[in-house]
């Protein structure tokens, strides 16, 4: 019997599931930080076409290509690393919310969005349609000093943003001032999120990076589903 669909946000899901995934999958073409010491390489090291009896692939790829967690680690010596992370911390609800500013996320756009102590923050913005271009571009929302700021006196616990990073590749202060603003303050970072068939609302969230030990961050697999 075949199973019932309805369209969610732009894609198809089955009845039986609803699970969307809202992760870049990891390729040789994926597209990475420019300035990145290790670019992603990919390839079968066995396979039947060489003469092998089973198919084998070798990953070379940076902790923080495609969809990826960052632990306190990444910008806070001796903080915590991504293998001690709770798994609480990514399992739950979360909320998208999408932002209209084309520059970056400001505190006056979040004030109307009635945030909440503890909520798990995903940031849809134009980004979303960043990637289909093919090559990694630098003029990225990004969220601003101040909105870090707002976002750690709100006391959120998770905040996700829709490109490889969440502060802007043309300012090193704000890179350095939003991780640390966050990070130092107990809240988890995910960066590399596919929210482009995702629409504003609370969802079901899940987000487990791989389990690396003493690791600054991680490659992710976050899917959502709605409520």
Same mark, same amino acid.
């Given at each position: 019997?075949?199973?019932?669909?309805?369209?969610?946000?732009?894609?198809?899901?089955?009845?039986?599931?609803?699970?969307?995934?809202?992760?870049?999958?990891?390729?040789?073409?994926?597209?990475?930080?420019?300035?990145?010491?290790?670019?992603?390489?990919?390839?079968?090291?066995?396979?039947?076409?060489?003469?092998?009896?089973?198919?084998?692939?070798?990953?070379?790829?940076?902790?923080?290509?495609?969809?990826?967690?960052?632990?306190?680690?990444?910008?806070?010596?001796?903080?915590?690393?991504?293998?001690?992370?709770?798994?609480?911390?990514?399992?739950?609800?979360?909320?998208? #919310?999408?932002? =209209?500013?084309?520059?970056?996320?400001?505190?006056?756009? @979040?004030? !109307?969005?009635? +945030?909440?102590?503890? /909520?798990?923050?995903?940031?849809?913005?134009?980004?979303?349609?960043?990637?289909?271009?093919?090559?990694?571009?630098?003029?990225?929302?990004?969220?601003?000093?101040?909105?870090?700021?707002?976002?750690?006196?709100?006391?959120?616990?998770?905040?996700?943003?829709?490109?490889?990073?969440?502060?802007? #590749?043309?300012? =090193?202060?704000?890179?350095?001032?939003?991780?640390?603003? @966050?990070? !130092?303050?107990? +809240?988890?970072?995910? /960066?590399?999120?596919?929210?482009?068939?995702?629409?504003?609302?609370?969802?079901?969230?899940?987000?487990?990076?791989?389990?690396?030990?003493?690791?600054?961050?991680?490659?992710?697999?976050?899917?959502?589903?709605?409520?």
């Amino acid at each position: 019997m075949a199973e019932n669909k309805k369209t969610v946000s732009g894609r198809d899901i089955t009845e039986k599931s609803g699970w969307l995934d809202i992760s870049y999958p990891i390729s040789q073409d994926m597209i990475h930080w420019p300035t990145s010491p290790v670019y992603p390489h990919i390839e079968p090291v066995k396979h039947p076409s060489k003469g092998d009896e089973v198919t084998m692939f070798q990953i070379n790829i940076n902790v923080h290509n495609g969809t990826h967690v960052d632990a306190p680690r990444h910008f806070i010596d001796g903080a915590m690393t991504i293998d001690q992370m709770p798994l609480d911390a990514m399992l739950g609800e979360a909320r998208v #919310i999408e932002i =209209k500013d084309h520059e970056s996320i400001k505190p006056e756009e @979040l004030a !109307g969005h009635d +945030i909440q102590p503890g /909520e798990r923050i995903l940031f849809k913005t134009r980004n979303s349609s960043l990637y289909s271009l093919g090559k990694f571009i630098e003029d990225y929302v990004y969220i601003s000093n101040e909105a870090a700021y707002f976002l750690r006196d709100k006391k959120v616990s998770v905040v996700g943003i829709d490109y490889l990073a969440v502060g802007s #590749i043309k300012d =090193k202060k704000n890179i350095f001032e939003v991780h640390q603003t @966050l990070l !130092g303050n107990g +809240i988890w970072i995910i /960066e590399g999120l596919n929210l482009s068939a995702i629409k504003s609302g609370r969802f079901e969230f899940i987000c487990l990076p791989l389990n690396i030990s003493l690791a600054d961050a991680s490659p992710a697999r976050a899917i959502v589903r709605p409520i």
